[in-house]
């Protein structure tokens, strides 16, 4: 959720609330999609406008698990599920946010746009690295505070819920990736926070820069001296909140409501913050918002929670008392969540990792309690006194002066939850921002208060669906479409003329939601679903109602469903497609690119974006990523991959040079390895192949010069047929799992990157003959990866409409028409027997002197 404010607040007074923390040798719950978010920030750097690089955040996950597992922390993932009815008002304004950021995206800016399968990908490195993880039903910050509170250890996020719940939370922010070693006898010793470390993290959350590097070592520690691994952190709890403001633990809950979170907004307190609450104050060194959590924090210090409510409702007009109650009882009611699904889910799916030992209660929370209680060092109260001086003292002048220019609201929870659109909500005032929500809305206000009836009660869920939403098969909408009968489209990168890049993955969303409501034995009434998604050509949001007019063609039982189902997925739009050739030769390919060649055909005949040069494109990265990748260390750094394999690229360069001189063009294969399949080929794939190409293709994995000179070269148009392609395959993964995985899933991580496809792109757009020019340049030093590629091609090309084909042909015979036409002019030429005639009057017509008659000073030009 995010309370609004809040983590500004903590890391301005951070000596106060933040321990530093050495982490090591324990369980970890971990907010799973909130780590996404931050390392995807991490990962893709400025490329995120290019619509995701998945090997790069692939392996950075896979590195920061590398990295606790070093310290031997045990993490626990939760993701997060569908949205609540009462969130979607927050939903609505952060998608229209993220509409207005793309439409205005900048190539070479650091705004992050999280792509598409950014959490799929998220989930197969996690399970890669042996992690436990699970989805929830819904948000699930309550659930990671309850798992924590049961396994007596700390939640690691960037939410600054975490500091009103009743746990042990480290922020992300303040987390160093990188395992240190310590002797053992060298343990640390509680400390404070020393002032420049305060002042270092409040820089770091202001910049937003939450994840700062990972950093993996491989040395071993000597056997001589007992050590242990540590990471750098600090760890807050909410008794310090309680000590230095005085306050109860049931009023903590009711100062989260009061600044405002996601379910609840923070406009129905205007009146009590202007006349209940007394004057804020005004100082140079805070902004508005921080002097109202040091005031509400004063003014709950003197009331106990009955009192403290009634005085606030007494503010509210009558008619509205009773709603905003409920809202408020509502908004808090989670932060006191004892419920823990997780726990179970762990013990029975993950016996090797869950311990009856790591539950065991020590009493460590009790203690650091009565250790806060204690806690009246010298130096804190003058911290305390000297900065609350600083804000109180100030002339009559600085406060109207700050007051006026200052918004009434400066940070948003999407700073805490990772969103890509913080920076951009920051900069808008509440008033505004809340004033254009509530236009905007009013269009949908029934559409809300139908679904806000089942608010309160928790919708019960099949069995079925459960186990296959628990471990992260299915994607968080399907929760959506069961609950709310609504899809919530997040744009991707993609050109706003046309319309969005998931209308083309319609069909196959509608076919999913038709399953669902028809499974055999529980079918239901539920034939239309709502479409949220941008409005063409503006910087809004529409609301589509999608009808579903046919039942499925076969029985849907989830127990044993029918592969036939996903099949009938390619029986309608598509009247140029062999069906039956398409099912039979899909067996030819290696087993987990079978679907994902499935959804490049279906991307070829539904999108008319899409020409054979993104084919051409697709095909070679799918190569260069899964083998290339796999078989030498994945180094995108040029000047790394020179300082580490430039010798040994040099020497078979010299070697391969030497062979060609002596007339040897291609290198021998083995008997047993010739005998294979050219897709089981690649296992065996020489790496000195894969040293030599990625050598001339590793410039392509940056964003080009020319986009920091000239922005007009950057094409959306391009990226909108990538950015289709990536909807297709998302729909067809979430399908694939509802069906119970008739094709492997498809590992984005090791087939899709978003810089490197749209660098190739405007590599072939130009050249007459592709696989040419990808045998003599690309691939010109590993006849296996070409074999390998050109093995893809020829399997896609009985399936590439004919429109298409033909539209390439016109496209490369441009060039040879204009050659072949110049040829024939300089032949008729030639027959001519004129021609030396007319070519020497020609000449004599050029040389023939120029007199003008109306310039009488034209003579005096001759020279003589």
Not at 23 to 52: E, Q, T
Not at 497 to 516: G, T, V
Request: aromatic letters at 10%; glycine letters at 4%.
């Amino acid at each position: 959720m995010g309370v609004k404010g809040l983590t500004g607040y903590i890391a301005r007074h951070a000596e106060l609330y933040l321990t530093p923390y050495e982490l090591h040798d324990c369980s970890l719950v971990i907010d799973g999609d909130n780590l996404a978010c931050n390392l995807y920030k991490d990962a893709s750097g400025p490329y995120s406008a290019f619509g995701g690089n998945y090997d790069d955040f692939y392996r950075t996950v896979v590195n920061f698990f590398t990295v606790l597992d070093e310290c031997n922390i045990r993490p626990y993932v939760l993701m997060d599920g569908g949205y609540e009815p009462r969130k979607l008002r927050t939903v609505r304004a952060r998608l229209r946010s993220k509409i207005q950021l793309i439409k205005r995206i900048n190539p070479c800016g650091s705004y992050p746009i999280f792509p598409k399968m950014m959490n799929e990908v998220f989930v197969d490195a996690i399970r890669d690295c042996g992690v436990p993880i699970m989805r929830c039903l819904f948000e699930a910050d309550d659930e990671l505070a309850a798992l924590a509170r049961k396994l007596n250890c700390p939640v690691l996020s960037y939410d600054s819920d975490f500091y009103i719940y009743n746990v042990r939370y480290i922020p992300l922010i303040t987390l160093t990736v990188k395992a240190r070693t310590k002797l053992r006898k060298e343990s640390a010793s509680g400390r404070n926070l020393r002032k420049n470390e305060a002042k270092k993290l409040e820089k770091l959350v202001k910049g937003n820069r939450v994840i700062r590097g990972i950093t993996i070592s491989n040395q071993e520690t000597s056997h001589r001296w007992v050590t242990y691994k540590y990471l750098d952190c600090c760890i807050y709890r909410v008794e310090k909140l309680i000590t230095r403001s005085s306050l109860s633990k049931e009023k903590i809950p009711l100062f989260a409501a009061l600044l405002g979170n996601d379910f609840i907004s923070r406009k129905p307190f205007q009146n009590f913050f202007a006349y209940g609450l007394g004057k804020i104050g005004g100082s140079r060194k805070t902004n508005q918002h921080q002097r109202r959590i040091r005031r509400i924090l004063e003014w709950l210090k003197h009331e106990s929670l009955e009192s403290a409510l009634e005085k606030i409702m007494n503010h509210l007009p009558k008619k509205q008392r009773a709603a905003i109650k409920a809202q408020v009882e509502s908004a808090t009611s989670g932060y006191s969540n004892e419920l823990c699904y997780s726990l179970d889910y762990f013990k029975n799916h993950f016996k090797n990792r869950l311990t009856d030992n790591e539950m065991q209660q020590e009493g460590l929370e009790s203690e650091f309690a009565e250790e806060c209680e204690k806690e009246t060092s010298d130096e804190e109260q003058e911290a305390i006194e000297e900065k609350t001086s600083d804000e109180e003292h100030e002339s009559p002048e600085e406060k109207t002066s700050e007051e006026e220019h200052e918004p009434t609201e400066e940070e948003t929870s999407d700073e805490e939850q990772g969103n890509e659109i913080d920076d951009l909500e920051s900069k808008e005032g509440e008033d505004n921002s809340s004033k254009s929500d509530d236009d905007s809305v009013n269009s949908d206000r029934s559409e809300e208060e139908e679904v806000a009836v089942d608010d309160k009660g928790e919708k019960t869920f099949p069995d079925w669906f459960l186990r296959k939403l628990h471990p992260g098969h299915f994607p968080r909408f399907m929760v959506d479409l069961m609950s709310l009968q609504k899809y919530i489209n997040n744009p991707q990168i993609e050109h706003f003329h046309f319309n969005d890049c998931n209308e083309i993955a319609l069909p196959i969303l509608q076919h999913i939601f038709m399953l669902l409501n028809h499974v055999k034995g529980h079918e239901t009434d539920n034939n239309s679903f709502t479409y949220l998604t941008r409005a063409t050509r503006i910087s809004n949001i529409c609301f589509r109602e999608i009808d579903i007019k046919k039942n499925p063609m076969y029985s849907f039982d989830p127990s044993q469903p029918n592969p036939l189902l996903f099949r009938s997925i390619f029986e309608n739009g598509m009247s140029y497609l062999n069906r039956d050739a398409l099912f039979s030769d899909i067996k030819f390919l290696p087993a987990d690119i079978k679907l994902y060649f499935l959804a490049v055909v279906y991307w070829l005949h539904r999108s008319s974006h899409v020409d054979l040069n993104h084919l051409h494109a697709l095909i070679i990265c799918l190569v260069v990523l899964r083998t290339v990748d796999m078989k030498i260390p994945p180094v995108r750094n040029i000047r790394l991959f020179h300082k580490r394999f430039g010798n040994l690229i040099k020497k078979e360069r010299l070697h391969r040079n030497k062979l060609l001189a002596e007339g040897v063009s291609e290198r021998g294969m083995k008997k047993e390895v010739k005998a294979l399949s050219i897709p089981d080929r690649m296992t065996y794939i020489p790496k000195s192949d894969c040293y030599l190409v990625q050598n001339e293709l590793l410039q392509h994995f940056y964003i080009p010069e020319i986009f920091k000179k000239k922005y007009d070269a950057y094409s959306s148009v391009v990226l909108h047929a990538f950015a289709e392609f990536q909807s297709v395959v998302f729909q067809l993964h979430t399908l694939n799992a509802l069906l119970d995985f008739p094709y492997l899933a498809p590992k984005m991580g090791q087939l899709y990157c978003g810089v490197f496809l749209y660098n190739l792109y405007n590599l072939l757009k130009s050249r007459p003959d592709v696989a040419h020019y990808v045998k003599k340049y690309i691939f010109r030093d590993s006849s296996m990866m070409f074999d390998f590629y050109d093995y893809l091609w020829k399997w896609c090309m009985p399936f590439v409409p004919n429109w298409k084909k033909n539209h390439a042909t016109r496209t490369k015979n441009k060039k040879r028409i204009r050659k072949s036409k110049k040829n024939s002019t300089e032949s008729l030429m030639k027959k001519d027997p004129y021609t030396d005639m007319l070519s020497n009057a020609e000449e004599d017509k050029e040389n023939e002197e120029f007199f003008d008659l109306n310039n009488q000073f034209c003579a005096l030009l001759e020279v003589s």
